[in-house]
């Protein structure tokens, strides 16, 4: 596989990207995940990554979180401001639990939504990562990070690590199973990202 997704290309953050969902996963690892604590009403943004047209994975998780009774909003990495300034806005409101979900530069844009919404305090219930291409700094308003890596990135390194004032979980889990283009596929990742929204949003399903 040529790896064209290095620390090259995580230089050019703010072109965010991603290369995935061409290739259905054959293995299926079981994630083991800590489940975050449950929060009360949210909404899940979903960030894709390669130019808009890859990490098709995002759109699909969040049709399967939609069809779970769950808010569910799936876009592209380079909109991360917007969605930064809707999340925060719809917090200030009614307070609504935030959750982040991105793959590859999708993921990295997670990151840059995070730090953004920090200026204004604004918490982060959840992030779920897949498959980031560089390391992900956390910052403090961040209460639970579960963190995907695929082969070919844990070579690399890359993981999520906590910025100074950082209190939360983080979760570095790797799946050898899976590479880049197909992890965001990834059945067993999927089913574990739900089951960890799904418990933070146990208060809203209960309503």
Same mark, same amino acid.
């Given at each position: 596989?040529?790896?064209?997704?290095?620390?090259?290309?995580?230089?050019?953050?703010?072109?965010?990207?991603?290369?995935?969902?061409?290739?259905?996963?054959?293995?299926?690892?079981?994630?083991?995940?800590?489940?975050?604590?449950?929060?009360?009403?949210?909404?899940?943004?979903?960030?894709?990554?390669?130019?808009?047209?890859? &990490?098709?994975?995002?759109?699909?998780?969040?049709?399967?979180?939609?069809?779970?009774?769950?808010?569910?909003? &799936?876009?592209?990495?380079?909109?991360?401001?917007?969605?930064?300034?809707?999340? %925060?806005?719809?917090?200030?409101?009614?307070?609504?639990?935030?959750?982040?979900?991105?793959?590859?530069?999708?993921?990295?844009?997670?990151?840059?939504?995070?730090?953004?919404?920090?200026?204004?305090?604004?918490?982060?219930?959840?992030?779920?990562?897949?498959?980031?291409?560089?390391?992900?700094?956390?910052?403090?308003?961040?209460?639970?990070?579960?963190?995907?890596? &695929?082969?070919?990135?844990?070579?690399?390194?890359?993981?999520?690590?906590?910025?100074?004032?950082?209190?939360?979980?983080?979760?570095?889990?790797?799946?050898?199973?899976?590479?880049?283009?197909?992890?965001?596929?990834?059945?067993?990742?999927?089913?574990?990202?739900?089951?960890?929204?799904?418990?933070?949003?146990?208060?809203? %399903?209960?309503?």
């Amino acid at each position: 596989m040529k790896r064209w997704f290095g620390p090259a290309a995580a230089a050019a953050l703010v072109l965010l990207s991603g290369c995935a969902g061409f290739f259905p996963a054959t293995l299926s690892p079981t994630a083991k995940i800590t489940l975050a604590r449950p929060a009360g009403r949210g909404v899940v943004y979903l960030l894709r990554g390669g130019f808009n047209i890859f &990490s098709t994975g995002m759109d699909d998780l969040a049709v399967e979180l939609r069809a779970a009774g769950v808010d569910a909003r &799936s876009g592209g990495h380079a909109a991360w401001q917007e969605t930064a300034a809707a999340a %925060r806005a719809r917090y200030a409101e009614d307070k609504t639990p935030i959750i982040l979900v991105g793959h590859s530069w999708g993921a990295l844009a997670a990151g840059l939504i995070a730090m953004e919404l920090e200026k204004s305090n604004t918490p982060v219930a959840l992030m779920v990562l897949y498959d980031g291409t560089d390391s992900v700094k956390i910052p403090p308003n961040v209460r639970h990070v579960i963190n995907f890596i &695929s082969e070919p990135n844990i070579g690399n390194g890359y993981k999520a690590t906590g910025l100074p004032g950082f209190t939360g979980t983080i979760e570095n889990i790797p799946e050898p199973a899976y590479d880049h283009i197909n992890i965001d596929n990834a059945e067993p990742l999927h089913r574990a990202t739900i089951a960890a929204v799904l418990n933070v949003l146990k208060p809203l %399903r209960r309503r």
